[in-house]
């Protein structure tokens, strides 16, 4: 059992490690690829290349002073960051990032470099903790004690709540297809036949825009936007208030083009390649982390290229767009089962 | 090589599904996480019935959804513990929360003190509770659960088998019900 659980803390380490280094990193990418898509040069003082920014940035915002307003609800206001970390990190624990064949660990066998692969309900899992997300926004909206915070908040959980509707739909014809809830089948199915965005491409796009919405992500960041109700549901958290904030929203948005990546494009594997070993460890983990850098560069590259969408028309594009496509998508999956050509 | 993954894997789901039965209720892990969970759970129920201030409240309510989908899981009903989370907890939930909220409900105080019938008639509920806790605990005492229906393929082989119809009864509901929300929501002009 020790041993087992040495392992889990291996896995959970290896993520971890991962997914917070990805975090300043998109910070850099994010701001020197606004700077190349606005054809201008970006932070470029602070180390080559500006790689140092995002790190003077997180000390510049762990030492600022940290401004609580007057009548707010002081445990909610300072628990509200800590909830959208929080249920930003735990989703992780389902997604494969690598292949685990034949490779031994303190004696345990690796099924998959997955943190918890028994769990047999793996996706529903991300679902259940991603629906805890809205938590974080309605208690920072309403807990600081702002009239344009709680707006801002409302708007963005109702926003949550639409598009995770049409994000579960679009997922469920790859499950449908699967036969299975745990990822690491999803991965194993794409092995043997294609990568799932070819038959269920439209399966992939609604999943990639209600992905955009769940992140708060331009086209659809209306309740953070700077001009609109000053940043919304965060206007009033100062230093590592505001800092938690946006590492939530970057950590979203790892997870969701890691999630794109496992349920559409095939997770760790290369068609035709079999990687076994120690050896196949590392290059599927290298190759899940070039597809995963490439939603990232699109999450980055879609917000300084569109327009954002007004709040009536995010709301409509929802549910009268996106979850009548993403039904059609399922249905489209069931008859193909059906006739056998899935 | 990699062809009989995802089949053997049907196939094994079932071999699987009687070791998490056999591993059940045994370990040192199992014994820490229930009791560490069953505390948490019942701290903060009473948290959510006796704080004065109605956000926390809520929130304590979704504290203790979330322990009892943890007692689910040690059950072994691993579907159960995530709609229980995905759906009381992740929409029902919130969905208190936006009404606490909105309808600004302040932090009680006492208005007057209890009655003595009301308070007699409290303190005789929680021995009658207590009691029978206590009688449920003498007459389980050292059995193993049975073994529940709670993993998706469980409850998805009894959704579209024996329970087809109640299924889709529940959905018409839920039909009428949305159906029903909207008109009364619908402002006449």
Redesign the interface.
Known sequence: MWAELAVTAVKLLVVATIVLTIVPIMVWVERRGAAFIQDRLGPNRVGPWGLFQPIIDVVKLLFKERVTPTAANKLLFWLAPGIAVFVALVTFIVIPFGAGKDVKLFGVELSGLTVAPQLDVGVLYLFALGSLSVYGIVLAGWSSNNKYSLLGGLRSSAQLISYELAMTVSVLGVLLSTGSLRLDDVVARQQQHVWNFIPQLLGFITFLVAAFAETNRLPFDLPEAETELVAGYHVEYSAMGFGAFMMSEYINMVTASALAVTLFFGGWSLPGVHLTGWFGLIVSMGVFLVKMSFFLWLFVWVRWSLPRFRYDQLMSLGWKGLLPLATLNLVWVGVAMTMGWL | ???G??ES??FS?DS?LSTLDRNLGG?V?ETAVFFVAGAVAVISALFAVSHR?P??NV?SL?VTMFCVAVNYALLGA??L???Q??VY???IL?LF??VV??LNAPAEHPVHEPRPFQRVAGTLTALAAGLGGVVVLLTFHGQAPPPVPG???QIGRMLVGPYFFAFELVSVLLLAALVGAMVLVKRKH
Do not use: K, P, Q
């Open positions: 090589m990699c062809s993954v995802v894997h049907r789901l699987r370990g892990m201030d956000v926390v929130l979704v691993s579907f513990a995530a709609a989370i995905l907890a992740g929409a919130v929360l936006f909220m909105l993993t998706a393929v």
